[in-house]
């Protein structure tokens, strides 16, 4: 499995970025897919992920970014994608997108199995 992101980019605090992440090759019919953030000098941290078959919202989201970030999914285009609403300059990291196999939403980076390139995001104060 591959993963591309893109979207992000520079924002002022309060702004908005879309970041997107498609999958492609041996994509299965289950799983999860997420998004970790890693900022400067720090651990590579957890902020959302989705069920890719769900008949729910199947979303989680981390602390820090609930009721700002949205993570939602597009089934038929194997594609994840983080509306990020609110940014403030504390989400200046680079943006990973994830994939797990199994249908388990875990928060630890270690237990994903697939992972594409980093998108940077930067928000001015």
């Known amino acids: 499995v591959q993963l591309q992101a893109s979207g992000g980019g520079l924002v002022q605090a309060g702004g908005s970025l879309r970041l997107s992440c498609a999958a492609s090759g041996r994509t299965s019919s289950g799983g999860v897919m997420g998004w970790f953030r890693q900022p400067p000098g720090k651990e590579r941290e957890f902020v959302a992920a989705v069920l890719i078959w769900s008949g729910g919202s199947g979303a989680y989201y981390a602390d820090s970014v609930k009721g700002r970030f949205t993570i939602s999914r597009d089934n038929a285009k194997h594609t994840v994608y983080l509306q990020m609403n609110s940014l403030k300059p504390e989400d200046t990291a680079v943006y990973y997108c994830?994939?797990?196999?199994?249908?388990?939403?875990?928060?630890?980076?270690?237990?994903?199995?697939?992972w594409g390139q980093g998108t940077q995001v930067t928000v001015s104060s």
């Open positions: 994830a994939a797990r196999a199994t249908q388990m939403v875990v928060t630890t980076p270690h237990s994903w199995n697939y």
